[in-house]
């Protein structure tokens, strides 16, 4: 009696382990993988003459709060100090108040972080870089030439926003530039993949990845997604649209083309890798 109860108790076992691994197989099937740039999130290994972000050491105390216009050079490094404090951060938090991890929040929450009591609104429809193009449009602050430390830096063509499967998408991406290099690369931080980080950008040689040394020049924007068009973009220096020179926050809350930033909408239309 024993033995027969013994062996039925095994077969048992036996048919829950094959029913489960059926089971598995038949309810978890291998998700789909779209093909894309290899590990975008993922930098080319730096040459032993490019700095990395960590070599940037301590950032000073900013004093906040100031209206005044300042000069552009200092309240831009401002801005790029407090955009490398959100790098390290890792979160988009000021005095307790959390901005939601999109590239144009990260903008404002710098701007609030400096004190800046309004932020940039422009048309509807455009989302949030839209919003802030068209500001600086109508303030003249854009310009294509040698960055500053703290200019904006804005995209094109990021993403596929109105899905319709061409490259006519403007204004989809901004970060902020956080410095440069002897070769021309360009340092910013912005939001990708859900996440602040530094990526580098060199408008000189615009559809490079690296350098003969392993050096990054551009780093991925865009994701490459199955039915992309022949000809789609991925690199930062080919997405570039325009550099932002803001002066100061008297600049950004002394104009009727703001609005407050306490009140503004959720502006997450914006997007890169």
């Given amino acids: 009696m024993t033995v027969r109860t013994v062996s039925w108790v095994a077969v ?38 490019r700095p990395s972000p960590e070599a940037v050491g301590p950032l000073p105390e900013l004093p906040r709060g100031e209206d005044d216009l300042r000069a552009e050079g200092e309240f831009g490094e401002r801005m790029a100090a ?29 701007l609030v972080r400096l004190g800046c009591t309004g932020g940039p609104s422009g048309s ?13 449009e109508k303030e003249g602050l854009l310009h294509t030439g040698l960055p500053l430390v703290g200019d904006l830096v804005i995209f094109d063509n990021t993403y596929d926003r109105n899905r319709n499967r061409s490259n006519d998408d403007d204004f989809t991406h901004i970060g902020i530039v956080t410095g440069s290099l ?6 910013f931080v912005h939001v990708g993949s859900g996440r602040v980080k530094e990526s580098h950008m060199n408008l000189e040689r615009p559809g490079a990845r690296a350098d003969s040394a392993g050096n ?14 022949r000809g789609t ?10 550099f ?11 104009t009727s083309h703001t609005a407050p930033l306490t009140s503004r909408p959720p502006f997450v239309y914006c997007t890169g890798v």
């Fill in 182 to 187: 002897e070769d021309g690369t360009v340092r």
């Fill in 233 to 242: 973009r991925y690199l930062a220096g080919e997405l570039f649209r325009d």
């Fill in 12 to 49: 048992l076992v036996l048919l829950a382990g094959a029913s489960c691994v059926t089971v598995c197989r038949t309810t978890s099937p291998e998700p789909q993988v779209i093909p894309g740039p290899p590990e975008p999130d993922r930098p080319v290994p730096s040459g032993p003459d």
């Fill in 124 to 136: 509807q429809g455009k989302g949030g870089t839209g919003n802030i193009h068209a500001w600086c």
């Fill in 82 to 110: 407090e955009a490398v404090r959100f790098l390290r951060a890792g979160v988009l938090e000021v005095d307790g108040v959390r901005f939601a991890m999109s590239c144009s929040e990260l903008v404002h929450a710098v």
């Fill in 216 to 229: 990054v020049l551009n780093d991925y924007v865009r994701a490459r997604k199955k039915g992309d068009r």
């Fill in 244 to 254: 932002c020179r803001v002066p100061g926050c008297a600049a950004v809350t002394s």
